[in-house]
């Protein structure tokens, strides 16, 4: 396949896509994939995306996107070549849900600012699932495969639209000493099951304790892991520095390592 000069970018990218598939002469590894093979690749250039935004590297942004791009395609492709669908019905479904969902763009609706905008949207939404699946629930269509705390949020702000939330964050706050407390009475008797179910409603309240403050808890945590992993290079690079033997620290002469590395990062 030789790349025509009049063609468009994306034109060139679905012939790419089309050629890696040709079964005379496509690439051998890519003519074995299915959607299940690349539905991991597709979460993982996702991530990679978030990644360089967090890094503030707008400079790799571009390859990240277009590598995101790619997984659009290839899935588009392989529907292409079952019959079911094509790139084209992928980006026409996009742009007519667009137009849908915002009538105060494209209508004869008004809004009077952004919190007005977002329950417009969830309303439409919530017709949408309905009338695709038979059912208004509540909390129906929420992907079972998001991330847990990801998926934690939008169930909590689903039930927070009719009314199931605590009205201030005293409440919520107090939710996480709670479930904190039971799962220091599982972990007391030692109930490893028990200890599993209150360590996840944990988890669920502290995410819902992000969303009343504004924050996704998956950055969060991406954030305390660059920070834990930063400090813990400068641990080791101290233990190194002293002769490289870990043995030779105990807890209490690596926690002055880790303080000292915190020290270092001065105040946030």
């Not at 967090?54 to 588009?76: N, S």
């Not at 742009?95 to 009077?112: A, L, N, Q, S, Y």
């Given at each position: 396949m030789t790349k025509q000069s009049d063609n468009s970018p994306?034109?060139?990218?679905?012939?790419?896509?089309?050629?890696?598939?040709?079964?005379?002469?496509?690439?051998?590894?890519?003519?074995?994939?299915?959607f299940a093979t690349i539905a991991p690749y597709t979460i993982e250039e996702a991530y990679e995306v978030a990644d360089a935004i967090d890094r503030e590297a707008l400079d790799?942004?571009?390859e990240e996107l277009?590598?995101?791009?790619?997984?659009?395609?290839?899935h588009a492709r392989l529907a292409e070549e079952a019959g079911a669908f094509a790139f084209r019905d992928v980006v026409e479904r996009i742009c007519?849900?667009?137009?849908?969902?915002?009538?105060?763009?494209?209508?004869?609706?008004?809004?009077?600012?952004?919190?007005e905008?977002?329950?417009?949207?969830?309303?439409?939404?919530?017709?949408?699932?309905a009338a695709k699946r038979g059912t208004d629930r509540v909390l129906g269509g929420i992907p079972v495969g998001l991330p847990g705390l990801t998926r934690a949020v939008k169930l909590t702000r689903r039930a927070a639209r009719v009314g199931f939330d605590w009205p201030e964050l005293g409440g919520v706050r107090g939710k996480v000493d709670e479930e904190l407390a039971e799962l220091d009475e599982a972990l007391g008797a030692g109930d490893g099951e028990a200890s599993a179910v209150e360590m996840g409603d944990l988890l669920l309240a502290v995410a819902n304790l992000c969303r009343h403050l504004d924050l996704d808890p998956e950055s969060c945590l991406r954030q305390a892991n660059l920070r834990f992993e930063?400090?813990?290079?400068?641990?080791?690079?101290?233990?190194?520095?002293?002769g490289g033997d870990w043995g030779a620290f105990d807890l209490a002469g690596l926690d002055r390592l880790w303080e000292a590395a915190k020290r270092a990062e001065g105040p946030r």
């Amino acid at each position: 396949m030789t790349k025509q000069s009049d063609n468009s970018p994306i034109d060139s990218l679905l012939e790419i896509m089309a050629a890696l598939r040709n079964p005379a002469g496509g690439c051998p590894w890519d003519l074995e994939q299915t959607f299940a093979t690349i539905a991991p690749y597709t979460i993982e250039e996702a991530y990679e995306v978030a990644d360089a935004i967090d890094r503030e590297a707008l400079d790799e942004l571009p390859e990240e996107l277009g590598d995101l791009l790619l997984q659009v395609v290839y899935h588009a492709r392989l529907a292409e070549e079952a019959g079911a669908f094509a790139f084209r019905d992928v980006v026409e479904r996009i742009c007519d849900k667009m137009i849908r969902r915002h009538p105060h763009v494209f209508g004869e609706e008004t809004v009077t600012g952004s919190r007005e905008q977002t329950e417009s949207w969830e309303a439409l939404k919530r017709q949408e699932r309905a009338a695709k699946r038979g059912t208004d629930r509540v909390l129906g269509g929420i992907p079972v495969g998001l991330p847990g705390l990801t998926r934690a949020v939008k169930l909590t702000r689903r039930a927070a639209r009719v009314g199931f939330d605590w009205p201030e964050l005293g409440g919520v706050r107090g939710k996480v000493d709670e479930e904190l407390a039971e799962l220091d009475e599982a972990l007391g008797a030692g109930d490893g099951e028990a200890s599993a179910v209150e360590m996840g409603d944990l988890l669920l309240a502290v995410a819902n304790l992000c969303r009343h403050l504004d924050l996704d808890p998956e950055s969060c945590l991406r954030q305390a892991n660059l920070r834990f992993e930063r400090r813990f290079s400068q641990v080791e690079d101290g233990v190194r520095d002293a002769g490289g033997d870990w043995g030779a620290f105990d807890l209490a002469g690596l926690d002055r390592l880790w303080e000292a590395a915190k020290r270092a990062e001065g105040p946030r």
